[in-house]
């Protein structure tokens, strides 16, 4: 990731973080740990899926 794409997670990070605390009043300690697991989920699920791609590749000699 470049830099300007970091920013650019940082700040919607920040914006859904303060979203969901005006939402539902959690702590933002709780609302930041269920951000990271959802984006370690997504990290997870685009490794599986590119790897299932590339298995699916057609083998070259």
């Known amino acids: 990731m470049d830099t300007t ?3 650019l ?3 919607v990070m920040v914006i ?3 979203c969901q ?3 539902y009043q959690k702590p ?3 609302l930041i740990g269920s951000l990271s697991e ?3 989920a997504y990290r997870r699920d685009r490794i599986r899926q590119a790897f299932v791609e590339y298995r699916a590749r057609p083998e070259t000699e």
Do not use: D, K, N
């Open 28 to 30: 933002i300690g709780e």
């Open 9 to 11: 997670l940082i700040v």
């Open 21 to 23: 605390y005006r939402r």
């Open 16 to 18: 859904y973080v303060f």
């Open 5 to 7: 794409s970091q920013i």
């Open 38 to 40: 959802r984006i370690e």
